[in-house]
């Protein structure tokens, strides 16, 4: 039995004000400090396979840390973890910008990858708590799904903006910042969710692993944040080595795909009542399919261009918002009381299968041609569409 926490009184925009600077600062901090990779083995004395280190230690604790934070808020609360993460991460952050030597550096990349994982999964999980049943569900995983498509774009830019103005460690001192103002913001506003549990009703984990709904929509939200991860990864030597693109018009290029997704995320709603949560992935994986033959098509017959590789692009991209905006609703179902630790597997899981898979397309195909994303997109859509046809027989026997 549980009992229904204090009510969450705020609109969908001051929840987005609210809620957004958690989720964007967890991948920011990786995109926003690429530009002065290449100069921190000079800076601080080492070798550039620690400072990749840094970065892949970065990524691995951001998953795994989910797996642990998950069941804590569950038992705890979503409003410590977030709280407690929150001010790992600020404080990592400005130890990070006073850093002088790499042992102190890679240890304080490491905490603060744990402060980030935190703050994500109880993000997360709250609005799994508070919109678990309600429209407004979709439109905040649609939004996020496209506000975190900008950071890969954007991030370095940021990054190399500020390392000219200001230096290196200005790039942590920013992320510390920004972090204290979102953390007094969410002190003074967000209230516990999580529900009240009975005692000795607290379930097991194990129904996660066993259902089959949880495993078909974390499938479907992999193969299109995967999609997406193929893209950012190969659209640099596709559109600047073999295009012709300048760095500049490749942003610009670029930046017109996060722009699909924000466009797609104002009618998002009305999509997912028209289709419902299955429809909508089922479509959202047919749109990736279409897309990936598309791109076949200007590999086959074309050259690298806007039109052969951006333009299929936007067609995957509104596939990604689609499947994004209800993988998250479809997966976590029945899971209320252990919602935290849902929300941590199913993160896990989904960067598990972007981070291997994912690389794997890149690094086996041509990563300087579309190859890479046709292939990942298309073996996972087609996976999902079965996986969705599976599951609705299963109900249909049921």
Same mark, same amino acid.
């Given at each position: 039995?549980?009992?229904k926490?204090r ?88 130890c ?28 997360f ?8 049943d ?18 890969? !774009?954007?991030g370095?830019? #940021? =990054?190399?903006? %500020? +390392?000219?103005?200001?230096?290196? /460690?200005?790039?942590? &001192?920013?992320? @510390? ?8 913001n ?42 997406f ?7 640099p ?12 018009t490749f942003?610009? !290029?670029?930046?017109?795909? #996060? =722009?699909?997704? %924000? +466009?797609?995320?104002?009618?998002? /709603?009305?999509?997912v &009542?028209?289709w @419902?949560?299955?429809?909508?992935l ?5 749109l ?15 050259t690298?261009?806007?039109l ?28 209320g009381?252990?919602a ?11 960067s598990?299968?972007t981070?291997i ?5 890149? +690094? ?5 041609t ?29």
């Amino acid at each position: 039995m549980s009992i229904k926490p204090r009510i969450w009184a705020y609109s969908l925009s001051a929840t987005l004000l609210l809620m957004a600077p958690f989720d964007i600062l967890a991948s920011l901090a990786m995109d926003i400090y690429l530009p002065v990779v290449p100069a921190m083995p000079g800076i601080l004395n080492t070798s550039p396979a620690v400072i990749q280190l840094s970065l892949s230690l970065y990524m691995i604790m951001l998953g795994l840390g989910q797996i642990i934070f998950g069941p804590v808020s569950d038992r705890i609360g979503r409003r410590p973890v977030l709280i407690g993460g929150a001010l790992l991460f600020a404080a990592a952050s400005f130890c990070l910008a006073a850093s002088s030597t790499v042992a102190p550096f890679i240890v304080f990349r490491f905490l603060q990858a744990i402060g980030a994982s935190a703050a994500l999964v109880a993000t997360f999980a709250t609005v799994r708590d508070v919109y678990a049943d309600r429209p407004e569900s979709t439109v905040i995983y649609g939004l996020f799904s496209a506000m975190l498509s900008f950071v890969p !774009a954007l991030g370095p830019i #940021a =990054g190399a903006l %500020i +390392v000219d103005a200001l230096g290196w /460690r200005a790039i942590f &001192a920013a992320l @510390g910042a920004v972090t204290i103002l979102a953390l007094v913001n969410a002190l003074l506003r967000w209230p516990e969710t999580r529900p009240v549990i009975a005692p000795n009703t607290r379930r097991s984990i194990l129904p996660i692993f066993r259902s089959f709904t949880f495993w078909t929509y974390t499938l479907g939200f992999s193969a299109a944040m995967g999609t997406f991860f193929v893209f950012f990864s190969t659209a640099p030597r596709v559109l600047i080595d073999r295009a012709g693109f300048s760095e500049m018009t490749f942003s610009l !290029a670029f930046a017109t795909a #996060a =722009g699909v997704m %924000i +466009v797609t995320t104002r009618f998002i /709603r009305k999509f997912v &009542a028209m289709w @419902g949560i299955s429809g909508s992935l089922a479509r959202g994986m047919m749109l990736l399919l279409l897309g990936a033959a598309l791109l076949s098509i200007g590999q086959i017959f074309g050259t690298a261009s806007f039109l052969t590789f951006i333009l299929p692009m936007w067609i995957m991209v509104i596939g990604i918002v689609l499947a994004v905006s209800v993988a998250a609703n479809g997966a976590l179902q029945g899971f209320g009381d252990i919602a935290g630790s849902a929300v941590a597997f199913y993160f896990c899981i989904q960067s598990l299968i972007t981070g291997i898979f994912g690389t794997l397309a890149v +690094v086996a195909l041509q990563g300087d041609t579309t190859w890479p994303l046709v292939a990942y997109s298309a073996l996972m859509a087609i996976v999902v569409l079965a996986a969705l046809a599976l599951l609705r027989r299963r109900k249909t026997l049921g």
